[in-house]
């Protein structure tokens, strides 16, 4: 195998991946010698250093395929992966009571959950709009939320769908 080849296969196996993957992990994959694998991620970390691109090859904690630091603001806004687990279950909430209001969430879910409305708020997930009387909040899931979560339909039919399968496993 020549080291373009090489170098071109371990790019695939890294975006795959998307993960950190040992040298010895590569050399498995592709069945290769791990100094001939060492060789050809060394020359194609230097490829990706060479050009004014977006992508990197980091090689901290083995070696992931990763966008640059300065383009990290596109990742945030176009891929709300990083959810904590806190701000993930309040946003559950919200997509199987929605329409909900605020008051009713924080009741629900504690005074943290304000933290977790505006994180969901500016990653697009949730829309907050004041309710009719103007003293609370109605909070509800945005196509970006079932876009993200591949969902088809609305809430209330994940939220039936949720409640049978609830009543089969009691049933169980």
């Given at each position: 195998m020549?080291?373009?080849?090489?170098k071109s296969r371990i790019e695939a196996v890294l975006f795959i991946t998307a993960r950190a993957v040992s040298l010895d992990e590569i050399a498995t994959?592709?069945?290769e010698e791990s100094e001939k694998i060492e060789e050809a991620i060394l020359e194609l970390i230097m490829d990706y250093a060479s050009r004014d691109?977006?992508?990197?090859?980091?090689?901290?904690?083995?070696y992931i395929l990763q966008v640059k630091e300065e383009n990290m603001d596109?990742?945030?806004?176009?891929?709300?992966?990083?959810?904590?687990?806190?701000?993930?279950?309040?946003?559950?909430?919200?997509?199987l009571?929605?329409?909900l209001r605020q008051t009713a969430l924080i009741e629900l879910r504690g005074s943290t959950a304000y933290d977790h409305i505006?994180?969901?708020v500016d990653k697009g997930l949730i829309s907050k709009t004041r309710d009719k009387n103007g003293r609370s909040f109605n909070l509800k899931t945005t196509p970006k939320f079932k876009e993200y979560f591949k969902l088809k339909g609305?809430?209330?039919?994940?939220a039936k769908i949720l409640e049978i399968d609830?009543?089969?496993k009691d049933e169980q």
């Open positions: 020549t080291i373009e080849n090489l994959i592709l069945d691109g977006a992508l990197e090859i980091d090689d901290e904690n083995g596109l990742v945030e806004l176009l891929c709300p992966v990083d959810l904590k687990p806190a701000a993930l279950r309040t946003l559950s909430v919200i997509a009571k929605e329409p505006k994180e969901l609305d809430t209330r039919s994940l609830k009543g089969v």
